[in-house]
């Protein structure tokens, strides 16, 4: 018999800075060998992050399986950086996170979610796709391709 792990969010502090440096660079590790180096969120100073921008942390009890950092901006809420350890990939909690985002977003009176990441991720790609995002433009970046995202939000 299976047990399910309770599910928490809550907002993260200087003292997360660590685990969300060790998360993050869990999560995007698969990527180094598409790219041929370290993302940049694996090299992000999140010790001057926390300071300017939102984390939320998702917990499954007590250990830190996902979290998405965000900025609300003049006309919309930027979403920063979306991670989930790998071993909790695919089972619905970046959508979860993008979902949340999403509420921030319209809390802050903002109608539209940006994002930007590497066309090379492609299935970080077909996930903003799938819950509704689209490309508004791409350029090159460290010998690849970055794509910028949009997603609208139906005003209340």
């Given amino acids: 018999m299976s047990s399910v792990a309770a599910l928490s969010m809550r907002l993260a502090s200087a003292e997360d800075v660590d685990a969300i440096r060790e998360l993050v ?7 180094v060998p598409v ?35 965000t900025a609300i901006r003049e006309n919309h809420l930027w979403i920063e950086n979306l991670a989930v350890l790998p071993e909790y990939q695919g089972r ?3 959508r979860q ?3 949340h985002a999403e509420q921030l977003a319209a809390g802050a009176g903002r109608s539209e979610v940006r ?7 492609e299935a970080n790609v077909r996930l903003y796709e799938a819950v509704g995002y689209h490309t508004t433009s791409t350029e090159p970046f460290m010998g ?7 997603k609208q939000l139906s005003r209340p």
């Fill in 25 to 31: 660079r869990a999560a995007y590790a698969k990527w």
């Fill in 35 to 69: 790219v041929g180096r370290e993302p940049r969120p694996m090299t992000a100073a999140y010790q001057d992050s926390i300071n300017r921008h939102r984390f939320d942390l998702l917990h499954a009890d007590t250990k830190l399986i996902a979290l998405i950092e």
């Fill in 92 to 94: 619905g909690y970046g």
């Fill in 97 to 99: 996170l993008l979902a």
């Fill in 115 to 121: 994002l930007l990441t590497n066309a090379a991720f």
């Fill in 144 to 150: 690849g391709t970055t794509l910028y995202m949009s």
